[in-house]
């Protein structure tokens, strides 16, 4: 009944979004308000009805109902809770229920608080969200229906991934899907500004926190799946530029851009079309991302289920969202006055900077993605790894990072190149300071990337305080502190790759037990090595002392093997202290009883995900000090009325 | 020049969305081919897999007569597929060796009980180390190895009905 009841909800669900499509376009097409009155009502019920179709798929995955082929195929009874709960997400009819269920909720959200915009543009707003919506209504309904049942119902189910039996896993994908599927507001408020004509400041001002949101969420998103990364594959690395990390990295790039040109057409009614198409196009980053990783047409570490069927369906629906938003900006952007003026020395010229290089990387990063697609279909075969990346993304990346520290510091609309100029003075001698210590330190030793790195980082991070410099700290809007504290996040997380790549200690040895490893001031004492076994595993685990100065601490790395399907995954252990990481992995055995060992000592690593949550937290103090300035603006004049 | 920069980005999507267009409907080649075909076996010394036959070593596979190496496992569908094909493989004179992957040795008995068991030798590979310096990925897999201990020919998957001629005139070539 439950699975029934799921289907039944999402059908209703993609009934109202075809209801609520066509009563926008009507309403506003023949100017009738009472067609119109009924949109929002349409958006909130079938916000509910998802909802409701995803709750049931939760409880059939709890119940382990192995009557349902997604359960069976995804699941096993003998799984920890946790996981089956997680299940539920961790497949692809799973994951595009999730996707159509916030698209739902944020949708029905749009239509409840939605207050800053216009009565057409909020419509046409809804409409658009209706508009996608059915698309993936319809991919789900007719191509990966999740309550289809089985019969005759198998004893037991075959199990997860292993790889994503993992705490953070768990709770990854739905943050990132939070992201991804919140760009698509912006996508329709772009969509319902375009068909209305109203690209102006109360646009960006209505959309600024969907955006805002988002941006948020992906943010963590990113950073935990970059930490899951790290230490659930054993590879020691943080981040591959592998096409499932580059899906979401793509649309963040376009939000943080979108981010930016939000506030300039807020504050100065400027960069209309540049915002318009960057909605657009941070959406757009979404489904190609999706479409990368579902269709299986790229390589990439992380498994997923391969199926050019469902490929082509989302693809279809690329062409059709993306072609129709591009096809509908050239028909109407022409006719949307561009906004205020700005001098070439100004605050707006600094963002329109950050906005040109930030689509450079994006644009970059989507050819490195695609590249091995593109030689494909030319007849050769070739894979763009990790070092084209870091070459060619990581100096634009450091100069984001110049521009990113002189930003805050330049005025609105027109300013003097010789007062930025004294205002740089701070960040800039400081600069000096670190670059000329450093290369005592270890001139040669290191390479430039690394050593800019860690210079530009220490400066942007003493620009970033800047805002604050001598100002009344208490009276100082909440959303400067977001900005101050999420450009401090970068510098923190740019200090920690630039120390990760530059001072990691690294070492391979074949121990057997009772031997003493010694490496980056760490003796490592390899106790023993035993057989364990887990809940639906069984594991190789080494015991080892670890001991830097005073007392030593048991570590544990594990090798495990899941019988059900059969995988090998490793379980690093990793020990955290203030100035970096020991990360252990085990390896094979070799001859002789001996054991593969790989040591890494990664001084300041931790910087990295640190400054990911700074940065995640400077944008929900900026979203939360914005809304909260909008409220109080709304209750003083409603009292000054009174 | 600015009528071109605002349709530029449809140009761009439309262009991507033949891109993607030709890499969904490319025939799929994604078996991945040992690179060792042509040359020696690494050498490995296994353990016997199952309580009647003995173990397996790289060096009996090298003793002048061409042979067959099966990857499988106990545990694996396809595996208990193929069993009627090296059946009559073996019938037809082949000779064939096989390595169990992760697998344990009650485990292997039973399958060999139930299915048939045409091998001479059976090593045991617990730890899929052997399979992965060989380059199989999967299993089931069959090398073909000639005389002098090196690889002839990968089959990948099952061996069905209609690949036993083939795989018979390989044996006969390796010669």
């Known amino acids: ?642 | 020049m600015r009528k071109l920069l605002i349709w530029l980005p449809l140009l761009l999507c439309l262009a991507f969305v033949g891109l993607f267009a030709s890499g969904l409907f490319k025939p799929d080649d994604r078996v991945i081919h040992s690179r060792l075909v042509g040359q020696l076996l690494p050498a490995f010394s296994l353990p016997a897999a199952a309580s009647d036959r003995p173990a397996l070593a790289s060096t009996q596979l090298a003793t002048g007569k061409p042979r067959l190496l099966n990857i499988f496992a106990s545990w694996c569908v396809p595996c208990a597929a193929e069993a009627p094909q090296l059946e009559a493989l073996q019938k037809a004179g082949a000779q064939i060796d096989a390595i169990a992957i992760r697998d344990a040795r009650p485990d292997v008995d039973a399958f060999l009980k139930r299915n048939g068991n045409p091998y001479a030798r059976i090593g045991l590979d617990a730890r899929s180390a052997v399979q992965m310096a060989l380059g199989s990925s999967g299993v089931p897999e069959t090398f073909v190895i000639d005389g002098k201990g090196r690889i002839a020919y990968q089959h990948i998957g099952d061996i069905r009905a209609d690949d036993v001629p083939m795989i018979l005139e390989k044996l006969r070539a390796a010669q």
């Open chain 1, 1 to 642: 009944m439950i699975a029934e009841t799921g289907l039944a909800a999402l059908w209703l669900a993609a009934a109202l979004a075809l209801l609520q499509l066509v009563l926008a376009f009507a309403g506003l097409k023949g100017g009738k308000t009472e067609l119109l009155a009924a949109v929002r009502p349409a958006a909130v019920a079938q916000g509910v009805l998802t909802a409701i179709a995803f709750a049931a798929l939760i409880t059939l995955f709890l119940r382990s109902d192995m009557s349902v082929l997604l359960v069976v195929t995804n699941s096993h009874s003998m799984k920890p809770w946790l996981y089956k709960f997680a299940g539920t997400w961790g497949n692809h009819e799973g994951s595009m229920l999730l996707w159509v269920t916030v698209m739902g909720v944020a949708g029905a959200a749009v239509a409840l608080f939605e207050r800053a915009l216009q009565r057409n543009a909020h419509m046409a707003t809804l409409g658009g969200q209706a508009a996608i919506s059915l698309g993936f209504y319809a991919f789900l309904l007719f191509s990966s229906n999740p309550f289809a049942r089985i019969d005759p119902a198998p004893a037991d189910g075959q199990g997860l991934n292993p790889l994503l039996q993992d705490p953070g896993l768990a709770f990854h994908p739905p943050t990132l899907y939070l992201g991804y599927v919140g760009l698509s507001v912006a996508f329709s408020f772009a969509i319902g500004a375009l068909l209305t004509r109203q690209v102006d400041a109360a646009f960006a001002r209505a959309m600024r926190p969907w955006v805002l949101a988002a941006w948020v969420l992906l943010t963590l998103g990113i950073t935990a799946g970059s930490y899951w990364a790290y230490y659930e594959l054993g590879w020691g690395g943080w981040w591959f530029w592998d096409p499932v990390e580059n899906a979401s990295l793509m649309p963040w790039l376009a939000a943080t851009a979108l981010l930016h040109s939000v506030t300039v057409l807020a504050t100065r009614d400027a960069l209309r079309a540049w915002t318009v198409m960057l909605a657009v196009v941070a959406f757009s980053m979404s489904m190609v991302g999706t479409f990368l990783v579902r269709s299986g047409i790229l390589t990439s570490v992380h498994a997923f289920a391969v199926d050019p069927t469902r490929g082509s369906f989302i693809l279809g629906l690329l062409a059709l969202y993306i072609g129709g938003a591009l096809a509908l900006f050239g028909w109407r952007i022409g006719s949307v006055r561009e906004g205020a003026p700005f001098e070439l020395v100004s605050r707006e010229t600094m963002l329109v900077v950050n906005n040109l290089l930030l689509t450079v990387i994006l644009g970059l990063v989507l050819i490195g993605t695609l590249y091995p697609l593109m030689t494909e279909a030319f007849g050769h075969k070739v894979s763009v790894g990790a070092p084209y990346f870091d070459r060619i993304a990581g100096p634009i990346a450091l100069a984001l990072m110049v521009a990113m520290a002189a930003g805050p510091l330049t005025r609105w609309r027109k300013d003097q190149a010789q007062a930025v100029g004294k205002r740089l003075l701070v960040p800039l001698c400081i600069a000096l300071l670190v670059s000329i210590s450093l290369s005592l330190f270890a001139w040669g030793r290191i390479g430039i990337l690394p050593f800019l790195g860690l210079v530009i980082a220490v400066a942007v991070g003493v620009g970033s305080l800047a805002p604050l410099w001598k100002r009344k700290l208490l009276r100082t809007p909440l959303f400067t502190y977001g900005m101050v504290v999420a450009h401090l996040g970068c510098a923190v997380s740019l200090a920690g790759m630039a120390c990760d790549s530059a001072f990691t200690v690294e070492k391979l040895v074949a121990a057997r037990p009772g031997d003493v490893i010694q490496t980056a001031g760490w003796s490592l004492r390899f106790r023993q090595i035993a057989p364990i076994a887990g809940d639906n595993w069984t594991a190789l685990q080494a015991e080892m002392d670890a001991r830097r100065g005073g007392s030593s601490v048991l570590i544990r790395p594990q090798s495990r093997f899941f019988a059900s399907p059969p995988t090998t995954t490793s379980e690093a252990a990793l020990l955290t202290r203030w100035d970096g990481q020991l990360y252990v992995v085990l390896g094979e055995e070799v001859e002789g009883g001996r054991w593969q060992l790989r040591i890494w000592w990664k001084p300041f690593v931790t910087l990295i995900w640190l400054g990911g949550v700074m940065i995640a937290l400077g944008g929900a103090l900026a979203l939360v000090g914005r809304e909260r300035r909008g409220w109080l603006m709304k209750w003083r004049a409603r009292e000054a009325r009174l």
